[in-house]
C-alpha cells in the first residue's frame, strides 16, 4: 500500500496577499523577478500580472513597493507569558526558555511540549516537540524539549514561521512562490509502507538542485552515534530529485526537510513534521551494542502471569510470521504488516497476527525489534521485557512504546542507560522488565495508555535486571 502524499496549497493569511507570481500564466510559478526560462514564454522577465483571473489569489501588492513595505500583522496573538511555571503541561508558561522545569514527573514518560511562547503554541506552523522524563524516585525533571517546530524567522513560504497568527507578514513577502506544507496540510503515514512527497507541489518554478534530509525519532537519534556508517530505521529515495519517498519501519514524527535550489541559485526551504502512526500498542527496542550481541525484545500477555518464554510472552520464537502464538486478538488486514521484512510470509498467510513480531534483529546495530498488539482491549495490561540472549560486553537497550500512534514512554535513552545488563545466556541472561502498559481503548481505537515503570521488588527506583524467568 502506498500513501502518497498531496499537499494543500495555503494562500491566505492576516498579513499580506500573496501570489504564485505565475505571471505569464504558463502553469508554472516563475522564478522571483528572474527571466522565465520555459520554452514558448515570450517575455523576458515577469511583468505585472496581467490576468488576474487565473492566478489564485491575485497579488495586490506586487507592484507597489510602498505597500509591501508595509507587510506587518495587524493582530498577532499574545505571548500570553506568565509569572510561574504551570507543571507537567508541556508549555513554557513562565517564557524563560524551559518547558516545565522545576516539575516532578514520572521516569520514562513522553509528553508534548513547546519550545516557544504559550500563546503561540499550535498556531500557524508551530507543532508540538516531545520530552522525556529523566531521573529515577524522587528525582525526576523533564529534559530538553526537542523536535516539533518552534517559533523561527517568517519567511516568504506560505507559512505562519513565527506563529504570530499571520502567514508572511515581512515586507519581503510580497511575491510568495512557496507553499511550505503545514500542520495538517499531510496526512499521516504507517509504518512500513512507502509515503511519498511531492516537492513541485510545494515549489513550482525551475529548479537546479533539490536535496532532502529526514530525522527520525529516538531510536534514530541513537543510531545516528551509534552506528557507522550511520544506519536508520528509515530509508529515503530521491533525496536528490523532486519526489521524496520516506520508508519508515518505526512509528512517531519524522522532521522532514528540503532544500530547493532555483534555477538562478535562489534558495527555497521547508522544514515539516510527518507523523507516522500505526494501531493499538506498539513498542519497539533498539540499542547501541551489534557486532555480537543479540539482545530481544517481549511483550507479555495480559491478565497473566506465567513465566517469561511461554505462551504467554511474544518473541521471537512464537510470534514472528511463522510463529504460533495465540491470544485470542482478530487478525488484522494483512496490509498492516506486508511491508514489513517478513511480508511475504504474511502475504502467504493473508493476514496479520495480533500480537506479531516484525523482525528478530540478531546483530543488527540499526534494525530496531517492533512488537504490535494493532486491537488490545481497553484496561489490559502488558509488560514489556528485553532479553540477553547471546553475544558479550555491556549492552544498553532502549525501549519506545507507543500507544494509539503517539509516543508515550522512552527508557532507557541516555542518561538513563540501563545499567548489569551484561550477562548473555539462551538459558540466564539478564532480564530487563522494563514497563507496564495499560491501554485505553475507546471505540476499538487505541487513544492512549498508563505506563508504569517497573522497580526492582520492594524498590521505587532503579531498573529491575535479573536472570530470573519470572514475570
Ligand atoms: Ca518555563
Ligand atoms: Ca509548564
Ligand atoms: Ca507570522
Ligand atoms: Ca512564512
Known amino acids: ?7 494543500t496549497m495555503f494562500w491566505m493569511g492576516c498579513g499580506p496577499s500573496t501570489t504564485k507570481a505565475d505571471d505569464d500564466d504558463d502553469g508554472v510559478i516563475d522564478a522571483p523577478g528572474g527571466p522565465d526560462a520555459l520554452a514558448g514564454d515570450a517575455s523576458a522577465l515577469d511583468g505585472p500580472d496581467v ?67 504559550p500563546g503561540r503554541r499550535n498556531i500557524g506552523s508551530c507543532v508540538d516537540g516531545m520530552q522525556t522524563c529523566t531521573g529515577s524516585g524522587e528525582f525526576t525533571e523533564w529534559g530538553p524539549c526537542v523536535g516539533g517546530i ?22 519581503s513577502c510580497c511575491v510568495v512562490e512557496l507553499a511550505c506544507p503545514g500542520p495538517g496540510d499531510l496526512p499521516d503515514g504507517a509504518p512500513f ?15 537546479q538542485s533539490w536535496a532532502w534530509d529526514v530525522t527520525g525519532g529516538p531510536c534514530d537519534q541513537l543510531f545516528a552515534t551509534t552506528t557507522s556508517p550511520v544506519t536508520q530505521s528509515f530509508t529515503l529515495t530521491g533525496a536528490a530529485t523532486s519526489m521524496l519517498t520516506l520508508r519508515p519501519t518505526l512509528s512517531g514524527d519524522y522532521t522532514v526537510h528540503v532544500r530547493i535550489v532555483a534555477v538562478g541559485g535562489m534558495v527555497y526551504e521547508c522544514t515539516f513534521i510527518v507523523h507516522i502512526a500505526g494501531p ?30 511461554t505462551g504467554a510472552d511474544c518473541y521471537f520464537s512464537n510470534c514472528a510470521a511463522s510463529g ?9 488486514p494483512v496490509a498492516e504488516c506486508s511491508g514489513g521484512p517478513q511480508g511475504t510470509v504474511w502475504q502467504a498467510l493473508g493476514y496479520c497476527r495480533n500480537p506479531r513480531l516484525d523482525i528478530d534483529s540478531i546483530h543488527d546495530n540499526g534494525v530496531p525489534e517492533n512488537i ?14 528485553v532479553h540477553y540472549w547471546g553475544g558479550s560486553g555491556v549492552a544498553h537497550p532502549m525501549v519506545n512504546v507507543y500507544c494509539g500512534g503517539f509516543l508515550r514512554g522512552s527508557y532507557g535513552a541516555a542518561p538513563d542507560v540501563v545499567p548489569n545488563f551484561d550477562t548473555p545466556s539462551s538459558s540466564n541472561g539478564d532480564i530487563w522488565r522494563v514497563v507496564d502498559v ?28 535479573n536472570n530470573v524467568r519470572t514475570y
Open 438 to 465: 495499560t491501554v485505553q481503548v475507546a471505540a476499538g481505537v487505541t487513544t492512549g495508555c498508563a505506563l508504569a515503570p517497573l522497580h526492582p521488588p520492594n524498590m521505587t527506583t532503579g531498573y529491575w535486571v
Open 193 to 207: 509502507q512507502n509515503y511519498i512527497i511531492d516537492g513541485t507541489r510545494f515549489f513550482g518554478g525551475m529548479v
Open 324 to 332: 504460533t502464538i495465540s491470544w485470542g486478538y482478530a487478525n488484522s
Open 280 to 309: 493499538g500498542l506498539r513498542v519497539e527496542l533498539c540499542s547501541d551494542r551489534s557486532a555480537d550481541t543479540d539482545i530481544d525484545l517481549h511483550v507479555h500477555r495480559a491478565a497473566n502471569t506465567n513465566n517469561w518464554f
Open 372 to 385: 504490535n498488539l494493532d486491537n488490545p482491549s481497553d484496561g489490559q495490561s502488558f509488560r514489556a521485557m
Open 1 to 7: 500500500m502506498f500513501a502518497v502524499v498531496v499537499a
Open 150 to 171: 518552534a517559533p523561527g524567522a517568517e519567511a516568504c513560504d506560505s507559512q505562519d514561521n513565527n506563529c504570530n497568527g499571520c502567514v508572511d507578514d515581512d515586507p
Open 51 to 117: 490576468d488576474a483571473a487565473t492566478d489564485a489569489p491575485t497579488d495586490a501588492h506586487e507592484d507597489d513597493a510602498a505597500i509591501c513595505a508595509d507587510l506587518t500583522c495587524t493582530t498577532p496573538v499574545n505571548d500570553n507569558c506568565g509569572a510561574v511555571e504551570v507543571c507537567n503541561n508541556g508549555t513554557d508558561d513562565n517564557c524563560n526558555e524551559l518547558v516545565d522545569e522545576g516539575c516532578l514527573c514520572q521516569q520514562g514518560a513522553v509528553q508534548q511540549c513547546f519550545r516557544g511562547r
